[in-house]
């Protein structure tokens, strides 16, 4: 579903994404990990087309479709969702307004008509209950005033409601305590279909106790240096990123 | 900023603006300049009665003896009074009585700018409507199923032939001739407008509109519109405004005054979007314009919602005398600005009556080099007792080379009166513009949720129809606003 090739990219001139590869397969989950400035954050805000970050080189498809080509809304309406680690507050548009606008796009650049107000509400509802989502903070603005918890949670009703092939959770695990992780997780896994796919970017393994990979990938200074199943993240758990960090760090030296 | 966005904020220009047409039809234009002779001229032209001449003759020497003021919140553009032309009318037709009679040419016009005066057509006969093209009222429609409640709406001309002694008994009471120098200037030259009284208990069935229309060279508009609720009465009045694309400014120095006696309510809503000008703020409508409303019986309400997309520069108040007990006045305001455009507006709220009650709600939008000013007086009167009031101002700015202005003055007299004043400025942030893009929206989608998500709690206090209206225009005045 998701290629991703040698995928180098810069913010403000810094690299910092260096050669990176991925294959994600529809119905696979895969957790990437690593340590502070590895360029998780990036690959996510690359991926979605965030303007301050230039790709340099490589190439990245979505189901064959050349995703770099495409600006973000177009990236969005063709299957692709970013849930924010820090997700955007907009006073005065309500969650509901914004949602059906946004469903509404959606099916509009796939030659749908709008969505019938009935349905619409019946999926709000349904998908509500799927992610413990409170139907009051529906009807709030977006985002205004809600709490950290509360502000993730709505990233995932919102995933719930745009049904995209593949979701890119960027550290959706922080700042949430252990009920908020749980229904998080429990909405993730509610919607993890053979036709969709998820990268599940994260400090800690604890959410991958939730949440399970079928891959977990680590990054470091800007490539993937290590990949596994779930056992890796329990071994990155115990051991920390040192071990990968310095045989990464040696091979460096050796080829120079 | 990345570069991306800069554009997005840069191009907040240049969506064509889409009323610019000219209406190629033969005009009655007054010489230009103005002396007593211009004054006499047109109250000939109206076939005035002599009191009238008078009133503003009197104007006029007011006019002549004051100066340009100096407060405003921006360099006050040199206008040369004897450069405009004070009455221009299409020759045809300075009466009608049905459609018919009205020029073909004309009507298209008004089509064009989505107006139907065919009367079967007008929102299913809500809504009444008085056309004003340059400085005559071309037709007033849905007269006769008005007289049948007693309402009265007609063109300003016509109501000083037909009821004089309406218009002796309430014109200038609110705004006199001499309140300031565009008002002096409004009274001396005023050309037509409309003219509204709703009888006693009498709620007026239908919404009652008014559509100005700036079409000749080189002319000034200058409308009156007087609106009077007798006790007990109530009354929903919208006006919209547009004009063609010229490069050279023209001025609109209208006066509108509003009388509510005991237990009477005006809402006054206006749409307005004259010309503002090109992106490189070349010519554009100087909108001078005063606004008052007195409520002058106990228990009456007067409500203004302006809707303010046009003008090169706006400059106007929208006032309210609370002299009844109990009396409340309300203001909602959306101005946007955007290339070069200016506007300096807000409220004056006067309370003089027991327990008057008072709310401001204004919303400012500013966008590209514009800049958009907040200006308001809240004065509590010493025999206030109890008076209260809300102040909510908001700014809300996109890109970073506009500019957004408050400036509140209080003067309070009554130690039992309440006053409460909230600000906020924000900014529409590329996060925002991203996050939206992230769902699918594009950006210049994106903007317009955000805008009408901020103006909203302005926009539902207009009537449905224009509720909607009101977004649009919103939304195209700020389309190419993002790439």
Redesign the interface.
Known sequence: MLSIKNLQASVDDKQILKGLNLEVKAGEVHAIMGPNGSGKSTLASVLAGRDAYEVTGGEVTLEGKDLLELSPEDRAREGLFLAFQYPIEIPGVSNINFLKTAVNEIRAYKGLAPMEAKEFLKQVKEKQKLVEFDAKLANRSLNEGFSGGEKKRNEIFQLAMLEPKLSILDETDSGLDIDALRIVANGVNHLRSKDNAFVVITHYQRLLEYIVPDFVHVLYKGRIVKSGTKELALELEEKGYDWLKESVDAEEGAAI | M????DNILTELAVEEYKYGFTTDIEMDIAKKGLSEDTVRFISAKKSEPEWLLEWRLKALKHFEKMSMPQWQNFKHPKVDFQDISYYAAPKEKPKVNSIDEVDPELLETFAKLGIPLDEQKILAGVVAVDAVFDSVSVKTTFREKLKEVGVIFCSFGEAVREYPELVKKYLGTVVPQTDNLYAALNAAVFSDGSFVYIPKGVNCPMELSTYFRINAQNTGQFERTLIVADEGSYVSYLEGCTAPMRDENQLHAAVVELIALDNAEIKYSTVQNWYPGDKNGIGGIYNFVTKRGICRGDNSKISWTQVETGSSITWKYPSVILKGDNSIGEFYSVALTRNHQIADTGSKMFHIGKNTRSKIVSKGISAGVSQNSYRGLVQIGKGAEKARNFTQCDSLLIGDRCGAHTFPYIEAKNKTAKLEHEATT?KI????I??????????E?AVE??V?????EVLNQLPMEFAVEAQKLLAISLEGSVG
């Not at chain 2, 990345?2 to 966005?5: A, G, H, L, Q, V």
């Not at chain 2, 009408?452 to 909203?456: E, Q």
């Open positions: 990345s570069t991306k966005d924000s942030g590329e996060d925002q991203f996050y939206l893009n992230q769902r699918g929206i594009d950006s989608k949720l955000i009408n998500g901020y103006a909203k």
